[in-house]
């Protein structure tokens, strides 16, 4: 597509809900990024996939938060048990690795929200 | 760890008037880039410099890099209320990683 997709857009949840989170990157980009960005905050790195794999996780906050990416494309971010400290914008990004010069391009991000 | 900080943290300017961010950064880089983001959606990037560059223009943007002090600026000129955004400055090869951002109000 033209830019990087971000599904749902909105996502309110009740506690203790699992919630799947998707990122459609722009084709052809490998590498693709997870943020995480609570309301009036800066951004909070969370994984970073090349192709499929993902050499960086440490941003995860806890074993509650997995992601996965597949056919170097789709990305999905699962957050399981959801508690309401995790109510942020998850903001998805991808870029190409042509070294030293790389612009990433972010989606609009889901809003998430745990009640 | 935070890699980028911005500060000030928040800046208010009167239309016309130029507004200058400050960035900080740690460790050396390979480059420094600025993004802007409109009410906590997507970010949009602004503008690349790379580390043996010591300034760089894009329109009424204009981003000064000191190695040395491993800080950067990123001067608006003539500023506009459409300006009005958050500006985060980001460092990294492969992983980027964001400072907390400026927030700049440009008042009509």
């Known amino acids: 597509g033209a830019g990087v997709s971000q599904s749902p857009s909105n996502k309110v949840t009740e506690k203790g809900k699992d919630v799947e989170l998707r990122c459609d990157p722009i084709?052809?980009?490998?590498?693709l990024y997870w943020y995480r960005q609570s309301l009036g905050q800066g951004l909070e790195f969370l994984i970073y996939f090349q192709g499929n794999s993902a050499p960086d996780k440490s941003g995860l906050p806890s074993d509650r938060f997995s992601a996965e990416r597949t056919g170097e494309s789709v990305s999905t971010l699962t957050i399981q048990r959801t508690q309401q400290e995790d109510s942020a914008v998850y903001l998805c990004?991808?870029?190409?690795?042509?070294?030293?010069?790389?612009?990433?391009?972010f989606g609009e991000g889901s809003w998430l929200t745990v009640v | 760890s935070q890699q980028g900080e911005e500060d000030p943290q928040a800046l208010s300017i009167q239309e016309g008037e130029n507004a200058t961010m400050n960035c900080s950064y740690k460790?050396?880089?390979?480059?420094l880039q600025w993004y802007r983001q409109n009410s906590g959606r997507g970010l949009v990037h602004l503008i690349l410099i790379r580390s043996n560059e010591r300034e760089k223009h894009s329109g009424r943007l204009r981003v000064t890099l000191d190695t040395s002090k491993k800080s950067s600026s990123l001067l608006i000129t003539a500023s506009r209320a459409a300006d009005t955004a958050s500006y985060f400055c980001a460092t990294g090869s492969e992983k980027l990683v964001f400072g907390k951002g400026t927030k700049l109000t440009v008042n009509p």
């Open positions: 460790t050396s880089i390979n480059n």
């Open positions: 990004a991808s870029s190409s690795t042509d070294r030293g010069r790389n612009t990433i391009y």
């Open positions: 084709s052809g980009h490998t590498a």
